[in-house]
């Protein structure tokens, strides 16, 4: 397995912007596809964004579309996830997660490798 280290969280006014970062270390990063994940409070975990091994194709949650881009750069075995024009609801815990599928993975269990997460919190 692959670990993973998120930073990049904290707090934002409605409307703001954070970049997380994720870095990824043990294995060799361009192996895995890379995904964002987040976990508010009373709700399970779903799916942000995730990217595949190369960078080449991307997917987003529908409620992210247009505001969350994900990215990496495989030299610096990090992944990031810019978010732009937060709302309240995007308040949760956010995890870096990494799977061998290398393809961009939208499902939970798909992904074998997580971070310990970072707290994003929007107020209103």
């Known amino acids: 397995q692959v670990q993973l280290i998120e930073s990049g969280g904290g707090l934002v006014p409605a409307g703001g912007s954070l970049r997380l970062s994720c870095v990824a270390s043990?294995?060799?990063?361009?192996?895995?596809?890379m995904g964002w994940f987040r976990q508010a409070p009373g709700k399970e975990r779903e799916f942000v964004a995730a990217i595949s091994w190369n960078g080449g194709n991307t997917d987003y949650a529908e409620s992210v579309k247009g505001r969350f881009t994900i990215s990496r750069d495989n030299a610096k075995n990090t992944v990031y996830l810019q978010m732009n024009s937060l709302k309240p609801e995007a308040t949760a815990v956010y995890y870096c997660?990494?799977?061998?599928?290398?393809?961009?993975?939208?499902?939970?269990?798909?992904?074998?490798?997580w971070g310990q997460g970072t707290q994003v919190t929007v107020s209103s």
């Open positions: 043990g294995r060799t990063f361009s192996w895995y596809a």
């Open positions: 997660a990494a799977t061998r599928t290398r393809s961009a993975a939208t499902g939970l269990y798909e992904y074998d490798s």
